[in-house]
């Protein structure tokens, strides 16, 4: 796990420091806290508001909401986790709307960190049918694949990706407003008041 731990830090601290950082299904924030701790602007995002208190408990600023439904505005975040957590979100339903739905919430050029477990048999994405679909869904949704690579941290592995939205030049035109409040947006812990000015603008119910 520290060897995990590590390798995240170090691609996302290649953006560069000051960076807004989203994690989906960020689950208790055990990785989310180290990145803060480090210095890294981020926010835990999870459907489980008992995970989204644990997150909070950690001192990370903690949502709970659905990530097919985001509740902030178009072009917020410089990069978006996916930690273990597509695993589970997928279930039941099409991957491509989760794609779809960060790739509005980033900026133009903005990046995607996937971590997903492997299956032992492969040795790659590409010859896994299942994870394979999942790099079907990031084109589909506009993204460029940039790397992909298989890392031998755990028993069984895991497999990377590292997906980039568009740059400005070739996305279409999107309006500058947000999405309607969204009622699955169950709690929002307040920020520690050092990070207030540095939170994204959240769409909250009235």
Sequence with gaps: LA???????????????GRKILSLGSGSGFF??????????VIALDFDDTET????????????ADAHRLPFRGGTFDQVLYLHSLEVMHLGLETRPLFEE???????GGRMLILIDADPDYA??????YARGWL????????????????????????????????AAEEESTPEAGPDPRE???AAPAPDPGDASSEPEVTTPA
């Excluded at 989310?32 to 701790?37: D, S, V």
């Design 53 to 64: 208190k644990r997150s909070a408990a950690r001192g990370i600023f903690s949502l709970t």
């Design 32 to 41: 989310e806290a180290e990145l803060k701790h480090r210095g890294f602007n």
């Design 3 to 17: 060897r995990e731990e590590a390798y995240v830090q170090q691609r996302v601290q290649e953006l560069g420091p």
């Design 184 to 186: 699955d947006v169950h």
């Design 124 to 129: 790659s994405l590409r010859e896994d049918a």
């Design 102 to 108: 960060a790739r509005r919430i980033l900026k133009p």
């Design 136 to 167: 079907t869904a990031l084109e589909q949704s506009g993204f460029h694949v940039k790397e992909e690579q298989y890392l031998g941290y755990t028993r069984f592995g895991i497999y990377m990706v590292i997906a980039e939205a568009p740059a």
